[in-house]
């Protein structure tokens, strides 16, 4: 199974941007997929999760700024980021779980400037 994420870049703070994640293998069950980030020098933290049947989970850090919603039909995730911060500047990394495994996706760069 690969993941493939896509619509990083840079933007100045207060603004938008939409990551996807698509996972390569369509109909399989997926537990959760999700995002996490990690910023230089920094752990690897998570930012938003979405969870077979409908829950959303958030980090504090981005709640009622970052949306997340899944496409089934294409076992794609989608993160959308608002009112974005400087602080928000990482990699950005999409993560799938299918019963006990755990994937990852290659990262994508999220700059935000002040």
């Known amino acids: 199974v690969q993941l493939q994420a896509s619509g990083g870049g840079s933007v100045q703070a207060g603004g938008s941007l939409r990551l996807s994640c698509r996972s390569s293998?369509?109909?399989?069950?997926?537990?959760?997929m999700g995002w996490y980030r990690q910023a230089p020098g920094r752990q690897r933290e998570h930012v938003a999760t979405?969870?077979?049947?409908?829950?959303?989970l958030y980090a504090g850090s981005v709640k009622d700024r970052f949306t997340i919603s899944r496409d089934s039909a294409e076992n794609t995730v989608n993160l959308q980021m608002n009112s974005l911060k400087p602080e928000d500047t990482a990699v950005y990394y999409c993560?799938?779980?299918?019963?006990?495994?755990?994937?990852w996706g290659q990262g994508t760069q999220v700059t935000v400037s002040s």
């Open positions: 993560r799938a779980q299918m019963g006990e495994v755990v994937y």
């Open positions: 293998r369509v109909g399989l069950r997926i537990n959760s």
């Open positions: 979405y969870i077979l049947g409908g829950n959303q």
